[in-house]
Each structure stands twice: as C-alpha cells, then as structure tokens.
C-alpha cells in the first residue's frame, strides 16, 4: 500500500465514520462502496475491511452515548439475541450469493430505509407503554434540557427485524444499522435518537463475530483494515458528540439524504452499469 492510498483510505474512513455515528449506523455502509470502488476490491474482502470499520466505530462511539443516557441497554440485549441468530445465517450464506445480488439487496437496503426515514411515523407511542416483565421503557433528557420518557412497543416485530438485520450485516459489511434504526424507529416507536445510540452499541456485537469469520478463511485484508480502523475510531468519537447534540428532525433528514445517495452507486454496480468489481 503506498502513503497515497494509506491517506485516502484513513481521511475515508473518519468521515465515515464520524458520519455513520452520528447516525448511529457506523461508517461499514461507506466505506464497503469506498473500497469497492476506489481500491477496487472484490466485494467480499470489502465487507471484511467494512467489519472491521463497524466494530471500531460502535467501541469508540458508545461510551458517549451510554454517558448521555440514550442508549437502552436492556433492549440492547433483547434485539441483539435476534440480530446474532441472523449474523449467524448471514455467515453460512458467505460465498453462495453472487456479487450483483448482494449490490442489489445493498441498494434495495438502502432505498426502502430512507423511504421510511422520510415518511417517518405519524405518531409517537404513548409515554409508559408496558413492556411486560422485560421493563424496556425508559427516559432521556435531550439538549435542550427536557426528558424524553418513551415505551417500547411490538416487540416481537421488532426482533424479526432484528433477525434480517443481522443476516445482512454478515453479508454485507454494513454494520446493519441501516436496517435497525428505521425498524426501531417506525416498527417500535422509539425516538430517533434512541434509536441511533441502541443501534450503534448492538452492531459492534454482531459485527464481532461475521469479523472474525471473515479473518478465519483469510478473506479480511489487514493492511487494508489499519487505516480504516484508525480513521474509524477517530471519526466515530466526533461523530457521537454531534449526535448527542442533534436534534431528532434533523438527524432524520440527514439519514434520509445519506442513504439516498450511497444507493446510487450501488445500484449502478447491481445493473452492471457502475464500477463492478470483479474477484
């Protein structure tokens, strides 16, 4: 690797991951299409390297979410028990599914999330909405000072979210936070921010363990993977202190506008009219 390439790819990767966040999805959803298509790796070593990223942005990121109150930790643990199943379909799914499939389920991912961040949902579930025996429901206090109370509802919609979340995450490199925080968002009425945080603490799980497949056969590119995961943690920590600052409408349009535009050249790549990469 030349220092040329050593920079891009570090630069790269802490604007994804500052970017992926403060979106609570870390930064495997950028830099997947930035090493397919600047590097031009093949897919697979790709999602590796996107892994890799996912895990450094979540460690780096959550102690400042955790701090401000934001993340649910009991209903951490509830959806990652779904998204870890998935993860583990998603690994044995390695290898059979071809390249244009996954850029096209990549781009089909991002498209209908950004369809339901736009839309959004018409109306917040109401405060203290029983979570059963589980005690889900909880509270924030948001920067302006005022505390957020919320419930935690339709769990178990929730959760099979959660399983497909994870499948793809293993596939895809993409942290799947995608996935979660439109899914917690208008699937289980959790305030956005929420949604982010608890999003952001559960990929890191999942992504430990597709990660560590992934070195196991040989296909994660180390040398690759030290400038990403540098500019990872550098961009993550940043990008959790502006989303601690955000306001919700705001982190919701910048999600819409992001996922959009990281569609495109995936779509492109799935139609055989963009950068294909080839093994």
């Known amino acids: 690797m030349t220092p040329e390439q050593f920079t891009i790819l570090l630069v790269g990767a802490l604007a994804a991951g500052g970017l992926g966040s403060a979106l609570g999805m870390a930064g495997g959803i950028f830099v997947v299409p930035m090493l397919t298509l600047y590097t031009h790796v093949p897919f697979p070593a790709a999602v590796a390297v996107g892994l890799v990223s996912v895990i450094a942005c979540s460690c780096a990121g959550a102690p400042r979410f955790l701090e401000a109150g934001l993340t649910n930790l009991r209903l951490a643990v509830v959806l990652e028990s779904a998204t870890a199943l998935g993860a583990v379909v998603g690994v044995l799914m390695i290898g059979v599914v071809p390249e244009r499939v996954l850029y096209s389920i990549f781009a ?3 498209l209908v ?24 429901d909880a509270a924030y206090t948001d920067q302006d000072g005022s505390v957020v109370a919320y419930g935690v509802s339709r769990l178990p919609l929730g959760m099979t979210f ?11 490199g993409i942290g799947s936070g995608v996935l979660k925080i439109p899914a917690m968002d208008a699937a289980m009425r959790l305030p956005i921010k929420v949604s982010s ?22 296909t994660l590119d180390l040398t690759l993977a030290a400038p990403v995961a540098l500019g990872s943690i550098a961009g993550s920590i940043l990008g959790a202190r502006i989303l601690v600052r955000v306001a919700g409408p705001e982190l919701r349009v910048v999600f819409t506008v992001v996922l959009l535009v ?3 050249p995936m779509a492109l790549n799935a139609f055989g009219a963009g950068w294909v990469v080839s093994s």
């Open 108 to 110: 089909v991912v991002l």
């Open 113 to 136: 999330s950004a369809v339901q961040m736009f839309t959004g949902r018409r109306a917040r579930s109401p405060v203290g909405v029983s979570s059963g025996h589980l005690s889900l």
């Open 162 to 172: 959660m399983f497909g979340a994870g499948t793809l995450s293993a596939l895809l």
């Open 197 to 218: 945080a608890t999003a952001n603490l559960m990929i890191g799980v999942t992504a430990c363990g597709a990660a560590a497949a992934y070195l196991v056969s040989g």
């Open 262 to 264: 990281a569609a495109v």
